[in-house]
T-cell receptor
Framework: NAGVTQTPKFQVLKTGQSMTLQCAQD?????MSWYRQDPGMGLRLIHYSVGAGITDQGEVPNGYNVSRSTTEDFPLRLLSAAPSQTSVYFC?????????????FGPGTRLTVT | RKEVEQDPGPFNVPEGATVAFNCTYSNSASQSFFWYRQDCRKEPKLLMS???SGNEDGRFTAQLNRASQYISLLIRDSKLSDSATYLCACGAGSYQLTFGKGTKLSVIP
């Protein structure tokens, strides 16, 4: 199993540009999520999904959109990039159940917005 | 008050030392607890789950204190390769985990 994969690894955008960060998992996990990690801020939840066709907002959703058309894929779209969105973005997935299960992270995408 | 709090460190310890990290959580409904390790410029990786009775994996021991609402991680005989940031995570019976900001450990030769 490849686990959780993310592309691209690095990206530089100009202010106002849009782009999509890709995330895929091959573990048949129902739950998928996107975090951003900034120095001193820890991991902050952007959006999450509990299954195909179901998404919801996390702690910091503004400026980002998501969709979940399949179990495997959970892309994150930046609508109009801003310097404040410079960060490291991690996608994570886990099983879904009554308990909280450990989450598996992708390798991350380092985004710089100039 | 943050839901999950950790001492950010850094903890600078010599090789062979024993070091302990604590993580406090505010949600008394939390039922699932984990320790993650994050190397510089890498993703967090699960180190170990934390069970009610405490659990050990080699040099690593995790404990849960529900009364005081904290979990701990003890690392014995520290190695240079243990240098990393250690994140705790708590889940309250739903699918989401709340992560602490992490504690940085540097093991010095």
């Amino acid at each position: 199993n490849a686990g959780v994969t993310q592309t691209p690894k690095f990206q530089v955008l100009k202010t106002g540009q849009s782009m999509t960060l890709q995330c895929a998992q091959d573990m048949n996990h129902e739950y998928m999520s996107w975090y951003r990690q900034d120095p001193g801020m820890g991991l902050r939840l952007i959006h999450y999904s509990v299954g195909a066709g179901i998404t919801d907002q996390g702690e910091v959703p503004n400026g980002y959109n998501v969709s979940r058309s399949t179990t495997e894929d959970f892309p994150l779209r930046l609508l109009s990039a801003a310097p404040s969105q410079t960060s490291v973005y991690f996608c994570a997935s886990s099983y879904l159940g009554q308990d909280s299960y450990e989450q598996y992270f992708g390798p991350g995408t380092r985004l710089t917005v100039t | 008050r943050k839901e999950v709090e950790q001492d950010p460190g850094p903890f600078n310890v010599p090789e062979g030392a024993t070091v302990a990290f604590n993580c406090t959580y505010s949600n008394s409904a939390s039922q699932s607890f984990f320790w993650y390790r994050q190397d510089c410029r890498k993703e967090p990786k699960l180190l170990m789950s934390v069970y009610s009775s405490g659990n050990e994996d080699g040099r690593f021991t995790a404990q849960l204190n529900r009364a005081s609402q904290y979990i701990s991680l003890l690392i014995r005989d520290s190695k240079l390769s243990d240098s990393a940031t250690y994140l705790c995570a708590c889940g309250a019976g739903s699918y989401q985990l709340t992560f602490g900001k992490g504690t940085k450990l540097s093991v010095i030769p």
